[in-house]
């Protein structure tokens, strides 16, 4: 079954906590900044699970981040341009849906490949379909969409994520 992993999920709310602040460029509080420590302290999580999520964006060039005191992390890039694609390719990695399929959506054909049915397979086609289809819908459903922003900038709302709310993924 495919499924968004945990950290994934807690990647969507720690990006909806800082869109709805209002700190990315455009935003109502562009040149603000929110911290590891109080994004963990409102979700309830692990306060390094957060700095480590965090950081990675930031590595990747979806946050900015701010170091000292009063430093935090902002968008750095409106929560409209932000997919989820995205955000799943920073935790999860691209995505791969079977093994044949190279994360780009072309068939492995190299020694490296892990399937022994790939030379007679008749769903590496149709396998490929599903593949780009889903690759393209990551792409379109924007972080602003996910966490209920309607037209940035930001308006607040009581955005939990499925995995602190209970519910069973």
């Given at each position: 079954?495919?499924?968004?992993?945990?950290?994934?999920?807690?990647?969507?709310f720690l990006l909806g906590a800082i869109a709805r602040e209002g700190a990315?460029?455009?935003?109502?509080?562009?040149?603000?900044?929110?911290?590891?420590?109080?994004?963990?302290?409102?979700?309830?999580?692990?306060?390094?699970v957060v700095a480590n999520l965090l950081k990675k964006f930031?590595?990747?060039?979806?946050?900015?981040s701010v170091r000292g005191l009063k430093g935090g992390y902002r968008l750095s890039k409106a929560p409209t341009a932000i997919t989820l694609g995205a955000i799943l390719a920073v935790v999860d990695g691209p995505l791969n849906l079977v093994d044949c399929l190279r994360p780009d959506g072309s068939l492995e054909t190299g020694d490296d490949h892990h399937c022994n049915l790939i030379t007679f397979c008749p769903?590496?086609?149709?396998?490929?379909?599903?593949?780009?289809?889903?690759?393209?819908?990551?792409q379109e459903i924007t972080l602003a969409e996910m966490c209920g922003l309607s037209g940035c900038p930001a308006t607040r709302v009581s955005f939990?994520?499925?995995?602190?709310a209970g519910s069973h993924r």
């Open positions: 079954m495919l499924r968004i992993s945990k950290k994934a999920d807690y990647a969507v990315y460029p455009g935003g109502p509080a562009e040149d603000a900044v929110v911290s590891a420590h109080e994004i963990a302290r409102q979700a309830n999580l692990n306060k390094s930031a590595r990747d060039g979806v946050l900015e769903t590496k086609n149709p396998m490929r379909i599903v593949h780009e289809r889903l690759q393209a819908l990551f939990v994520p499925a995995a602190l």
